[in-house]
C-alpha cells in the first residue's frame, strides 16, 4: 500500500503541477519572441519623399577689399509672408509661418523665414524654403562690416551662380549721455528707418511702406549718463527716426523726451541731438482742475510737417517742466499722461 501511495502521489500531483508550469513558461516565452519579431520588423510605411530641398547658394565679401566675411547673420524671408527683423550689433531675425503637413508636421519646404551664418570663405547656404520660383528679401549683417538688404530675389535664378552680396561698412547714431535728476527715470533710445508715408489726424504715423517691406531696421538700447551710445551698424543712404525716451514704473509708458529724423549718407557716426539753429525754452507748470500739481505729465512740441522734429519734457513732483529746444514761432503742446491701475476696477 506504501508503494500504491507513493505511485499516485508522485504521478497526480506532482507531475500535473510540474506540466502546467512548464506549459506556462513556454507559453510567456513565446509571446515574448513575437513581440521581439515584430519589433524587429519595421511597419509598412510610405515611400520616402524624394522631392529635392529647396536650397538657394551665396557668398558674402566685403567692398572694401573683396575678402570673403565670416561670420556674418544671413536671413531670408517670404516677401509677403515673412519678416525680417535688423537690430542693433548685426543681429538678425527672421520669421514666419511655416506650411503644415497634417496640421502639425513642418513641410519640407514649407519655411517662409530661414536663417544660417556664413562660413570661413563667406559662403552660406539657405535649405527648406518654400517655392523658389516667389520672390524673398535678404538681409546679411555683421558688427564690423555693415549691413546689407536684398530685395526681390527669386532663388531659382541663382541656381547655377551663388548669388554674391557686398557689405560696406555701415552708419552709426552717436546718442549722447542722458542726465537728469530724477534717479527713477530710465532712458532708453530706438532707432527705426523712417518709411512712414503718411500721418493720421491725431498724429501717429501710417507705417504703409514699412508694411509692404516686410522689412523693419529697428534697435532699442538703454542710455547710460556718463557715456554716449552708438546704434548700429545701419545701412547707409537711409533716413532713419531716431527717439529718446525717459521711463519708470511710476510713469507707466515712455515719455518722448527728443526725436528727429536723420539721413545716413556714409558710414559714420552722425551725432544726434537738439538742431543747433536758433532755438528757445519754454517753463512752465501743469494742474488739475483744483490747482493740484500733476507729475509725469508729457509735453511735447512736433515740428514739421512728418514731425521731423519733436521735442519733449516730463513734469516733475511739482507740476513743473523745461521744454528746451523749441523754435521761436506759434507751436501747439500736446499733453498725455498714462496712469497705472493699481486695483481692480
Known amino acids: 500500500m506504501n508503494s500504491h501511495r507513493t505511485h499516485r502521489a508522485g504521478s497526480s500531483g506532482p507531475v500535473t503541477r510540474s506540466g502546467a508550469v512548464c506549459d506556462g513558461k513556454l507559453r510567456q516565452a513565446a509571446v515574448w519572441a513575437a513581440v521581439l519579431v515584430s519589433a524587429a520588423t519595421p511597419a509598412l510605411a510610405d515611400p520616402p519623399d524624394t522631392t529635392p530641398t529647396n536650397e538657394l547658394?551665396?557668398?558674402?565679401?566685403?567692398?572694401?577689399?573683396?575678402?570673403?566675411?565670416?561670420?556674418?547673420?544671413?536671413?531670408?524671408?517670404?516677401?509677403?509672408?515673412?519678416w525680417i527683423y535688423v537690430e542693433n550689433g548685426g543681429r538678425i531675425t527672421a520669421w514666419g509661418d511655416d506650411e503644415k503637413v497634417l496640421l502639425f508636421f513642418s513641410k519640407k519646404n514649407g519655411k517662409t523665414a530661414v536663417t544660417t551664418k556664413t562660413d570661413a570663405e563667406g559662403r552660406f547656404v539657405l535649405r527648406s524654403f518654400t517655392s523658389p520660383e516667389q520672390e524673398y528679401n535678404l538681409a546679411v549683417a555683421?558688427?564690423?562690416?555693415?549691413?546689407?538688404?536684398?530685395?526681390?530675389?527669386?532663388?531659382?535664378?541663382?541656381?547655377v551662380e551663388p548669388l554674391r552680396i557686398g557689405l560696406e561698412a555701415g552708419a552709426f547714431v552717436s546718442l549722447p549721455?542722458?542726465?537728469?535728476?530724477?534717479?527713477?527715470?530710465?532712458?532708453?533710445?530706438?532707432?527705426?528707418?523712417?518709411?512712414?508715408?503718411?500721418?493720421?489726424?491725431?498724429?501717429?504715423?501710417?507705417?504703409?511702406?514699412?508694411?509692404?517691406?516686410?522689412?523693419?531696421?529697428?534697435?532699442?538700447?538703454?542710455?547710460?549718463?556718463?557715456?554716449?551710445?552708438?546704434?548700429?551698424?545701419?545701412?547707409?543712404g537711409r533716413s532713419y527716426r531716431v527717439s529718446l525716451q525717459g521711463w519708470s514704473r511710476r510713469v507707466g509708458a515712455p515719455a518722448t523726451?527728443?526725436?528727429?529724423?536723420?539721413?545716413?549718407?556714409?558710414p559714420e557716426a552722425v551725432r544726434f541731438d537738439a538742431p543747433a539753429a536758433e532755438t528757445a525754452a519754454l517753463v512752465g507748470r501743469v494742474t488739475d482742475a483744483d490747482g493740484k500739481p500733476l507729475r509725469d505729465v508729457n509735453l511735447t512740441v512736433a515740428i514739421g510737417p512728418r514731425r521731423e522734429l519733436v521735442v519733449g519734457a516730463l513734469t516733475d513732483e511739482k507740476g513743473e517742466y523745461t521744454l528746451a529746444g523749441v523754435p521761436p514761432g506759434a507751436q501747439t503742446i500736446e499733453l498725455s499722461r498714462y496712469a497705472v491701475r493699481t486695483g481692480p476696477g
Do not use: C
Open 57 to 82: 547658394a551665396g557668398v558674402v565679401v566685403s567692398k572694401t577689399d573683396g575678402k570673403p566675411v565670416a561670420g556674418a547673420e544671413v536671413a531670408m524671408a517670404h516677401s509677403e509672408r515673412g
Open 142 to 159: 555683421h558688427p564690423e562690416h555693415g549691413v546689407a538688404i536684398v530685395e526681390g530675389v527669386v532663388p531659382a535664378e541663382h541656381a
Open 177 to 236: 549721455p542722458m542726465k537728469s535728476a530724477n534717479r527713477e527715470i530710465r532712458h532708453m533710445a530706438t532707432v527705426r528707418e523712417a518709411t512712414e508715408t503718411a500721418f493720421s489726424a491725431d498724429g501717429s504715423p501710417i507705417f504703409g511702406e514699412m508694411d509692404r517691406r516686410n522689412i523693419w531696421i529697428n534697435a532699442y538700447v538703454d542710455l547710460k549718463s556718463e557715456d554716449s551710445t552708438l546704434v548700429g551698424p545701419l545701412p547707409t
Open 257 to 266: 523726451l527728443l526725436e528727429r529724423v536723420v539721413r545716413l549718407e556714409r
